[in-house]
């Protein structure tokens, strides 16, 4: 006799039926509890709330009670609804705040955003889902819609015509034109369109895919599990989507100085002298370095919170000598824990239940470098403070800073990660891994961060990561994983991280020199000039590749080398203070010209040069035996960094770059703070400034401003306001320069006696300075106050004791 298996469904054939998408149908009802605003339609319905006059939450919901929460992108506290006017008309619902006038139409669910003059920004047209839980919605595109941000993701500036996943993903030598998925996933797409500019952020660290590409007039954003929960951030501009997305998700925490030192890696420096003869040599070759990477084989067999007992026998030691070198080291953390009952921390995980189990209870076991391996289950605070706490294996080293990799989590199977039925236990709310995939590798270094923060004791944590969602730039810099030692990709590390920045991650940057494959001589000096003006500096190459340490090879590329590292160094106030500006706006330290010239239709899409906050502009020279290159010059007199040419900008310009050369110019009127050069950022050769006034001029209607900040560039006591800030001041009137400057905030107190400031390619000849005489420069050296020519541009250096009151000085120009 047959059992009832005789008429399964599958022996009757495959069963079709068709998936229809719901939409919530028209409004049958609104109501508002505590400044929410719950609007449901025939079938589920749409909550909305006002964080702000400029930022609007939507979330879509399909049951009856809708669920607020949110992901740990969002900070808890920009999350309070605020009250605004509602009006209801026959058919629609006005919200309205002092900037904008949301309009939700009644019968359809479709959402108008206008500003004050009536102008549509944004329209979302058709929010809809599948009876299997997917959310899609559809937005107006217009034919001069330019798309930007999406974090890290490869090809041009300019999203328009693509298309994008974000489910972080371990491939390697990814960075192709056409890869839709890398490591890391914000979900905000920013939008310009004519004067207008807005961000979408879409609040769900599953699988989500953003299409710019195959719908004419319109791009969608969808999701394949949980809840559509988007935040429209107004602008008009570039930079308040970018501000108020920040405020939304959080800013970076002003790193370390060390932290934006150069870095040197490679998969792996194998042993302890191997890596102290590495910080010897950049000693010896006056080589600026902060830092040396240890990658994975530092590790006995792969465990993490261990040292090979063969290769690193003494850590304690090496990194004693490192330190009297002023170098640090960074070691490899990746999430996966080696499957080895006599391991501590294997155990105690087991024992405490801090794996990652599917819902039955077993364990999900991936293999990984150290074989079958577990994966903390970082969603639970309890989890993330065991692992927090293991850091202090460590932070007893003298180890300030980790680097997570690996932490998509990359698994090595089919799918490339843990499977989909995976539990995480998220505090007593359990998602599947589907749901929460994303988040995965920025839990862990916000794990990371904070058992570091814990056991450092007042000094400034560094974490480095590969994955990340939204948010992550509370915890990490991220670098753009497994890049190649390719002209292409250099090139591509431009628009890569230029997105990141305006996504929120300020702190970014490429492998220098590439990855995988060989790197070459000219390569690597034009990827190192590049590279010293990224936010974060690390040359890293992999395992079987070429060396390529800045001596690699030979005398000409080393000088090369050891001139621009040296420039980060000179320049580290200045770079400092446009982390400090990160910390506080949220704007990145570089920056793609749209950002800043918004109405220049040539720089739409320009993203082979960029600037170095506001006013410098960096252009790279990224093809082989290239000694010119066009640079775009936008509004503005612009001054040729290497020989103060003046060149009038909004047009194209020829640079001449030898390989020693890389383009760089600077806008007349800027001031550039710099400091003595420093072989890594903490040496103890003082706190000298130099303010640099590029294009001075001694006409009426001259003027330049700047701001420095500066604190022990270590600990967090600037947060208690032990941080000082100097404005400096440059104005003129008929033949005379003034320079004014004073402490706004007096809380550090700087080693130094005296300030200098230097006019570089000024537009006038100096003839006096009042009240100083003119001396020789090796008299200023000594330390006294008066002024020289020096001669380079005509340029002066004028050089007056340092006073917490600040002061001022009249730079008299020469007559005729
Ligand atoms: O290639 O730890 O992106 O920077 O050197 C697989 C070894 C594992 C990937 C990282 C890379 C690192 C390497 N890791």
């Given at each position: 006799?047959?059992?009832?298996?005789?008429?399964?469904?599958?022996?009757m054939g495959?069963?079709?039926?068709?998936?229809?998408?719901?939409?919530?149908?028209?409004?049958?009802?609104?109501?508002?509890?505590?400044?929410?605003?719950?609007c449901?339609?025939?079938?589920?319905?749409?909550?909305?709330?006002?964080?702000?006059?400029?930022i609007?939450?939507?979330?879509?919901?399909?049951?009856?009670?809708p669920d607020?929460?949110?992901?740990?992108?969002?900070?808890?506290?920009?999350?309070?609804?605020h009250?605004?006017?509602?009006?209801?008309?026959?058919?629609?619902?006005?919200f309205?705040?002092?900037?904008?006038r949301?309009?939700?139409?009644?019968?359809?669910?479709?959402?108008?955003?206008?500003?004050?003059?009536?102008?549509?920004?944004?329209?979302q047209?058709?929010?809809?889902?599948?009876?299997?839980?997917?959310?899609?919605?559809?937005?107006?595109?217009?034919?001069?819609?330019?798309?930007?941000?999406?974090?890290?993701?490869?090809?041009?500036?300019?999203k328009?015509?693509?298309?994008?996943?974000n489910?972080n993903?371990?491939?390697?030598?990814?960075?192709?034109?056409?890869i839709?998925?890398?490591?890391?996933s914000?979900?905000?797409?920013?939008h310009?369109?004519?004067?207008?500019?807005?961000?979408?952020?879409?609040?769900?660290?599953?699988?989500?895919d953003?299409?710019?590409?195959?719908?004419?007039?319109?791009?969608?954003?969808?999701?394949?599990?949980g809840?559509?929960?988007?935040?429209?951030?107004?602008?008009?501009?570039?930079?308040?989507?970018?501000?108020?997305?920040?405020?939304?998700?959080?800013?970076?925490?002003?790193?370390?100085?060390?932290?934006?030192?150069?870095?040197?890696?490679?998969?792996?420096?194998?042993?302890?002298?191997?890596?102290?003869?590495?910080?010897?040599?950049f000693?010896?070759?006056?080589?600026p370095?902060?830092?040396?990477?240890?990658?994975?084989?530092?590790m006995?067999?792969?465990?993490?919170?261990?040292?090979?007992?063969?290769?690193?026998?003494?850590?304690?030691?090496?990194?004693?000598?490192?330190?009297?070198?002023g170098?640090?080291?960074v070691?490899?953390?990746?999430?996966?824990?080696k499957?080895?009952?006599?391991?501590?921390?294997?155990?105690?995980?087991?024992?405490?239940?801090?794996?990652?189990?599917?819902?039955?209870?077993?364990?999900?076991?991936?293999?990984?470098?150290?074989?079958?391996s577990?994966?903390?289950?970082?969603?639970d605070?309890?989890?993330?403070?065991?692992?927090?706490d293991?850091?202090?294996?460590?932070?007893d080293l003298?180890?300030?800073?980790?680097?997570?990799?690996?932490?998509?989590?990359?698994v090595?199977?089919?799918?490339?990660?843990?499977?989909?039925?995976?539990?995480h236990?998220n505090?007593?709310?359990?998602?599947t891994?589907?749901?929460?995939?994303?988040?995965?590798?920025?839990?862990?270094?916000?794990?990371t961060?904070?058992?570091?923060?814990?056991?450092?004791?007042?000094?400034?944590?560094f974490?480095?990561?590969?994955a990340?969602?939204?948010?992550?730039?509370?915890?990490?810099a991220?670098?753009?994983?497994?890049?190649?030692?390719?002209?292409?990709?250099?090139?591509?590390?431009?628009?890569?991280?230029l997105?990141?920045?305006?996504?929120?991650?300020?702190?970014?940057?490429?492998?220098?020199?590439?990855?995988?494959?060989?790197?070459?001589?000219?390569?690597?000096?034009?990827?190192?000039?590049m590279?010293?003006?990224?936010?974060?500096?690390?040359?890293?190459?992999?395992?079987?590749?070429?060396?390529?340490?800045?001596?690699?090879f030979?005398?000409?590329?080393?000088?090369?080398?050891?001139?621009?590292i040296?420039?980060?160094?000179?320049?580290?106030?200045?770079?400092?203070?446009?982390?400090?500006?990160?910390?506080?706006?949220?704007?990145?330290v570089?920056?793609?010209?749209?950002?800043?010239?918004?109405?220049?239709?040539?720089?739409?899409?320009?993203?082979?040069?960029?600037?170095?906050?506001?006013?410098?502009l960096?252009?790279?020279?990224?093809?082989p035996?290239?000694?010119?290159?066009?640079?775009y010059?936008?509004?503005?007199?612009?001054?040729?960094?290497?020989?103060?040419e003046?060149?009038e900008?909004g047009?194209h310009?020829?640079?001449?770059?030898p390989?020693?050369?890389?383009?760089m110019?600077?806008?007349?009127?800027?001031?550039?703070?710099?400091?003595?050069?420093?072989?890594?950022?903490?040496e103890?050769?003082?706190?000298?400034?130099?303010?640099?006034?590029?294009g001075?001029?001694?006409?009426?209607?001259?003027?330049a401003?700047?701001?420095?900040y500066?604190?022990?560039?270590?600990?967090?006591?600037?947060?208690?306001?032990?941080?000082?800030?100097?404005?400096?001041?440059?104005?003129?009137?008929?033949?005379?320069?003034?320079?004014?400057?004073?402490?706004?905030?007096?809380?550090?107190?700087?080693?130094?006696e005296?300030?200098?400031?230097?006019?570089?390619?000024?537009?006038?000849?100096?003839?006096?300075?009042?009240?100083?005489?003119?001396?020789?420069?090796?008299?200023?050296?000594?330390g006294?106050?008066?002024?020289?020519?020096?001669?380079?541009?005509?340029?002066?250096?004028?050089?007056?004791?340092?006073?917490?009151?600040?002061?001022?000085l009249?730079?008299?120009?020469?007559?005729?």
């Open positions: 006799m047959e059992s009832s298996e005789a008429i399964r469904p599958e022996k495959p069963l079709v039926m068709k998936e229809t998408w719901n939409t919530p149908g028209g409004i049958v009802s609104w109501e508002r509890s505590e400044n929410i605003y719950i449901r339609g025939e079938c589920g319905g749409m909550v909305i709330m006002f964080l702000s006059d400029e609007v939450r939507m979330k879509v919901f399909r049951d009856k009670v607020l929460t949110t992901t740990a992108a969002i900070l808890p506290e920009c999350c309070i609804p009250l605004f006017p509602v009006e209801e008309t026959e058919n629609e619902l006005i309205t705040t002092s900037a904008i949301l309009i939700l139409e009644k019968s359809s669910f479709l959402i108008k955003v206008e500003n004050m003059q009536g102008k549509v920004i944004m329209q047209n058709l929010t809809s889902w599948n009876p299997r839980g997917a959310s899609h919605a559809e937005y107006d595109m217009q034919p001069d819609s330019h798309f930007y941000g999406l974090g890290e993701k490869a090809s041009f500036l300019d328009r015509g693509e298309r994008y996943t489910w993903t371990d491939v390697f030598a990814p960075h192709l034109p056409e839709e998925a890398l490591y890391e914000i979900p905000l797409l920013i310009m369109h004519g004067e207008l500019s807005y961000g979408l952020f879409l609040d769900n660290p599953g699988r989500s953003f299409d710019m590409r195959s719908h004419g007039v319109a791009f969608t954003i969808s999701c394949s599990t809840a559509y929960d988007i935040y429209f951030i107004n602008g008009p501009h570039i930079k308040d989507v970018v501000k108020r997305y920040t405020s939304l998700t959080g800013r970076i925490p002003l790193p370390p100085k060390w932290a934006i030192g150069y870095h040197q890696s490679r998969y792996s420096y194998m042993n302890q002298q191997e890596v102290l003869q590495l910080a010897r040599t000693r010896e070759k006056r080589i370095c902060d830092v040396i990477y240890l990658d994975i084989h530092y006995d067999e792969y465990r993490v919170f261990t040292f090979d007992p063969v290769n690193f026998p003494s850590p304690d030691k090496m990194i004693r000598e490192l330190g009297e070198l170098v640090r080291i070691p490899i953390v990746d999430p996966g824990v499957k080895d009952p006599n391991y501590e921390v294997y155990k105690e995980g087991v024992l405490d239940k801090h794996f990652c189990r599917r819902l039955e209870g077993d364990i999900f076991f991936g293999e990984v470098w150290p074989g079958i577990a994966f903390p289950d970082f969603s605070s309890r989890t993330a403070e065991w692992w927090g293991l850091h202090k294996y460590y932070t003298g180890i300030q800073g980790i680097w997570n990799d690996m932490n998509e989590p990359a090595f199977n089919e799918s490339k990660t843990m499977d989909l039925d995976v539990m236990f505090n007593g709310r359990p998602v891994h589907e749901e929460y995939h994303n988040l995965y590798g920025m839990m862990m270094s916000k794990a961060y904070e058992g570091l923060a814990e056991h450092l004791q007042g000094e400034r944590p974490v480095l990561t590969r990340g969602y939204a948010g992550i730039q509370r915890y990490a991220v670098w753009t994983g497994d890049n190649r030692s390719f002209w292409e990709h250099m090139a591509m590390a431009m628009p890569m991280v997105n990141m920045g305006l996504s929120g991650l300020a702190f970014a940057g490429p492998d220098i020199g590439g990855f995988a494959h060989h790197t070459s001589a000219q390569l690597l000096v034009r990827w190192t000039q590279g010293v003006f990224f936010p974060y500096c690390r040359n890293h190459s992999s395992i079987g590749t070429l060396r390529q340490e800045p001596w690699s030979g005398e000409e590329v080393e000088g090369i080398l050891r001139e621009f040296g420039l980060r160094y000179r320049w580290m106030p200045h770079l400092y203070n446009l982390f400090r500006e990160a910390e506080v706006s949220g704007l990145p570089i920056r793609p010209l749209i950002l800043e010239y918004p109405r220049d239709p040539h720089v739409t899409n320009l993203c082979d040069q960029y600037l170095l906050g506001e006013n410098v960096i252009a790279p020279v990224y093809r035996d290239t000694d010119h290159r066009s640079v010059l936008p509004e503005g007199r612009w001054i040729d960094y290497w020989d103060g003046v060149h900008g047009r310009i020829l640079a001449v770059a390989l020693r050369i890389m383009p110019y600077v806008r007349e009127g800027t001031f550039v703070a710099e400091g003595p050069l420093k072989q890594y950022a903490q103890e050769t003082g706190e000298m400034i130099i303010f640099h006034l590029y001075a001029q001694a006409e009426e209607g001259f003027s401003s700047y701001s420095l500066e604190d022990d560039g270590h600990s967090f006591s600037y947060r208690k306001g032990d941080y000082s800030e100097m404005r400096v001041h440059a104005e003129a009137e008929k033949g005379r320069l003034m320079l004014k400057w004073s402490y706004t905030m007096d809380g550090y107190k700087p080693h130094r005296t300030l200098r400031f230097a006019l570089c390619y000024p537009f006038f000849e100096t003839a006096a300075v009042e009240g100083l005489g003119e001396i020789s420069i090796e008299e200023l050296d000594e006294r106050a008066g002024w020289t020519r020096n001669g380079k541009g005509g340029s002066i250096i004028v050089q007056v004791s340092e006073s917490r009151d600040g002061g001022e009249v730079i008299v120009a020469a007559q005729g």
